[in-house]
């Protein structure tokens, strides 16, 4: 035993010694290494953390800087509310969300909100931060969070300053519309639909009555009489105010409101303007612009296809039939929407449905050779104002 | 070191009174790594505790690490010797070998250069290198060419510095939660980067009074320029190494590194300075251009050795895939130690004359083409000669 440590003993230490330094040294270097890739990880954590608080921080200050005297926001929760608009196209409904939303403060007193919406304009996730001061219950300024529109449409916003007219828009009217941009006409749609979400979301938050609509149309008719047509073409029955009141209207051919049938008070100003946004939408297609009873001359207009084909009418002496007319249109044909259409040139459609009630003496004229979308209807309409018109005329025959 | 003995006979040999000779040289050796080893502990383990990114028992790995440098070569030399040496066997016959073979220094020395993050195999394996291939290959103490820890470190740097890298790095722990530094000691900014300003090149790390004192990232012990210094005063105190040796090495480096600096617009002092101050530079010059073994012996043949290490350092910082130039200029004319000191042995007995004119043009021609080659590598002169022939062709 001695022999061999005395040969193999200072060898054998020598290894043990090497062999203790790499298991020790390693264990020890393996665990440098594990403690310093925890604090590289926990400093990528933290850095990661500071970019983010670091946006936050100037989206706030972005979202302070709106409303004037605010000075720090704080975020909530707004409350829920779902209700669906039409997009730009008019025809795709869209249901915007609150994506966030903060209450701005001047000091410790709350002044007012910031809504961000989420939207869509041409295309979808347009984000919109609207500003509203509690005080007046205006929205104060706009910011546009994120955005993913036709650049070169969305361009055409900032040309017409049209954020411009965020920056004082009072809440408190029964139609929050802004003007919308040629052009961009999706953009601003999907804007003005951002706000007036925000402004249900903010009277759900905030108990702010919107002002609503007080008109309900029960009728809306050409107007037969020729002593008032030439200035209000259009009589609506409607009943408005709190005890729906009933009452018989006239309106202008751009449905503003004319006065009460008879004669009476007006009704107030916010049905006024509630019924002409009501009368355009239901309003008949023809309507008389002027009657001369000494000559028998009719003119009259009837809503087509592209714009208003006006068509004046010649009367026979008794007033009885119709001697000659003449047809002033801008509709155009096209085999897409004209079955058996065979290429003639506009107003052939409205000549040949005059000249078939004429001639066959019916209101029920089938569009041949033009039954268009816009035209056949509204020359139909038309026709068949025009008869009763005549009819009345000649003590109901 | 080696003195002419004046007057008449008969004359005693120093080197072998009691209080003479190697083991006196080395002993003031470790006396002067002394500093620089408390410094890289209190930079990369006091201060980093205090700092609280480590433990305690993180904080005492710098000096754990140096120290089983110099304990792994010990005993590789003393593994190799049984294997080799009949004689040596026992633990007495090992002590008397190692006495005077000085087996702790090769891997004190790399331990101190590698990075702080080098697992402890890696350094077994460069401890290998620097102590079997870089010195008892060619008969151990004395008879080495090259540097034994340099010969370590380039094998390390060429093989494993990857699995360096992925282990942490060169990087302490409060070094390495500064964004500024983005993870890189100065010399890899400048080597990635390759721009050549104040605000890429100091600013992340401080100033380059934090250079000089050597609180910015780099290999364990070799940042500290004061502590090199305060070596270096030692050393020539005690006549260890010769004073002009690293003066004229880190003279040279300071010199290539103006004109370079000078050729892309930057007028002040702060890149040479940078450049001596950062990297191993101080620590190469220092210890290791100075290496009695490895060097050339005559004062001339220092003197050139040293010009000649300034000149490749700069080129190697620029022409080279590392960012640092100090181990492979140092390396590299290990190689031409000999021609070296026997060219310049010459010269300097005879002079400059028809004889040696040759050698002296050779020397000289080699020295200041590879420094203007290491000018236009930093790919600075380049764009001087380009104005310059612009001028001329104007003025035509």
């Not at chain 1, 704080?74 to 939303?101: C, M, Q, R, V």
């Not at chain 1, 546009?144 to 529109?149: F, N, S, T, W």
């Not at chain 1, 925000?198 to 002593?227: G, H, M, Q, W």
Request: charged share 15%; proline share 3%.
């Amino acid at each position: 035993m001695k022999t061999l440590w005395t040969k193999y003993g200072m060898l054998a230490t020598l290894i043990l010694l090497f062999v203790a330094i790499f298991s020790a040294g390693g264990v020890y270097s393996r665990y440098m290494t594990e403690q310093h890739d925890i604090l590289v990880e926990e400093n990528e954590i933290r850095k990661e953390e500071e970019r983010l608080a670091a946006i936050e921080a100037a989206k706030i200050a972005s979202f302070v800087a709106l409303l004037d005297g605010a000075d720090s926001a704080e975020k909530f929760t707004a409350s829920a509310f779902s209700k669906s608009y039409l997009l730009g196209d008019h025809n795709t409904l869209f249901t915007p969300t609150i994506a966030e939303s903060y209450k701005l403060f001047n000091g410790t007193e709350e002044v007012g909100v910031v809504y961000v919406v989420t939207t869509a304009g041409k295309n979808e996730g347009l984000k919109i931060a609207f500003a509203i001061d509690l005080s007046t219950d205006a929205c104060t300024g706009v910011l546009v969070v994120e955005q993913h529109e036709t650049p070169d449409y969305y361009g055409k916003l900032d040309e017409a300053d049209f954020l411009d007219q965020f920056a004082a828009l009072s809440l408190d009217q029964i139609v929050l519309a802004v003007d919308s941009v040629a052009g961009a006409t999706y953009s601003s749609r999907g804007f003005e639909i951002a706000l007036q979400y925000a402004r249900e979301v903010y009277a759900l938050d905030f108990d702010f009555e919107i002002p609503t609509i007080s008109v309900t149309l029960v009728s809306i008719v050409a107007n037969a009489d020729p002593a008032t047509f030439a200035t209000s073409p259009f009589i609506a029955q409607i009943t408005y105010g709190l005890n729906n009141t009933p009452a018989t209207v006239y309106l202008s051919a751009a449905f503003d409101y004319n006065g009460i049938v008879g004669g009476g008070t007006d009704i107030d100003i916010d049905s006024q303007t509630a019924l002409k946004s009501l009368a355009s939408a239901a309003a008949p297609k023809a309507y008389f612009v002027s009657y001369d009873a000494g000559t028998g001359v009719i003119v009259m207009r009837s809503k087509g296809y592209a714009g208003m084909i006006t068509v004046t009418i010649t009367l026979n002496a008794g007033k009885t039939a119709v001697a000659s007319f003449v047809v002033n249109s801008n509709e155009t044909y096209n085999n897409e929407y004209n079955s058996g259409y065979t290429g003639a040139v506009p107003p052939a459609v409205e000549n040949t449905m005059m000249n078939q009630y004429i001639t066959q003496n019916t209101v029920n004229v089938d569009a041949v050779a033009g039954a268009s979308e816009g035209t056949g209807p509204a020359m139909r309409a038309l026709i068949q104002l025009l008869d009763s018109f005549i009819t009345d005329l000649n003590g109901g025959n | 070191m080696a003195r002419f003995a004046n007057g008449k006979g008969p004359f005693l040999r120093l080197s072998d009174e009691k209080n003479y000779g190697t083991t006196v040289i080395m002993r003031d050796f470790l006396i002067a790594l002394l500093p620089l080893i408390l410094f890289a502990w209190y930079k990369n383990g006091i201060q980093v505790f205090i700092d609280g990114n480590i433990t305690l028992l993180e904080s005492f790995y710098p000096l754990v690490f140096i120290l089983t440098g110099g304990i792994l070569s010990t005993l590789m030399e003393g593994i190799f010797y049984f294997v080799t040496d009949k004689e040596v066997r026992t633990f007495k016959a090992l002590f008397n070998r190692l006495s005077t073979s000085y087996a702790v220094i090769p891997g004190l020395l790399l331990a101190m250069i590698l990075p702080l993050y080098t697992p402890i195999w890696v350094l077994i394996f460069g401890c290998l290198f620097a102590t079997i291939v870089g010195k008892m290959i060619f008969g151990g103490f004395g008879y080495n060419i090259f540097n034994p820890a340099l010969i370590g470190y380039i094998a390390v740097a060429f093989t494993l510095m990857g699995v360096i890298n992925a282990a942490g790095g060169a990087l302490n722990a409060s070094e390495v939660v500064i964004d500024a530094i983005g993870g890189a000691t100065p010399l890899t900014t400048l080597s990635s980067s390759g721009v050549l300003t104040y605000n890429t090149l100091v600013a992340p790390y401080g100033n380059l009074w934090d250079f000089f004192i050597g609180t910015i990232p780099g290999a364990i012990a070799e940042t500290s320029a004061l502590a090199c210094i305060l070596a270096y005063a030692w050393l020539v105190f005690r006549k260890v190494i010769k004073w002009f040796v690293p003066v004229i090495y880190v003279g040279t480096v300071f010199i290539l590194s103006w004109f370079i600096g000078l050729s892309v617009g930057q007028t002040g002092l702060w890149f040479p300075l940078y450049s001596i101050l950062s990297g191993g530079l101080m620590f190469g010059a220092v210890f290791m251009a100075t290496e009695p073994v490895t060097t050339p012996r005559n004062p001339l043949g220092k003197a050139v050795f040293a010009l000649a290490l300034g000149v490749f350092t700069v080129l190697f910082r620029f022409a080279g895939d590392f960012a640092e130039g100090v181990a492979t200029s140092i390396v590299f004319l290990n190689i031409f130690t000999m021609p070296i000191d026997k060219w310049t042995a010459v010269i300097r007995v005879e002079g400059v004359n028809k004889k040696t004119l040759v050698k002296v043009i050779v020397l000289a021609v080699l020295i200041v083409g590879v420094a203007a080659f290491a000018i236009w590598r930093s790919s600075s002169i380049y764009h001087v000669l380009v104005d310059l022939s612009i001028m001329i062709r104007g003025a035509f």
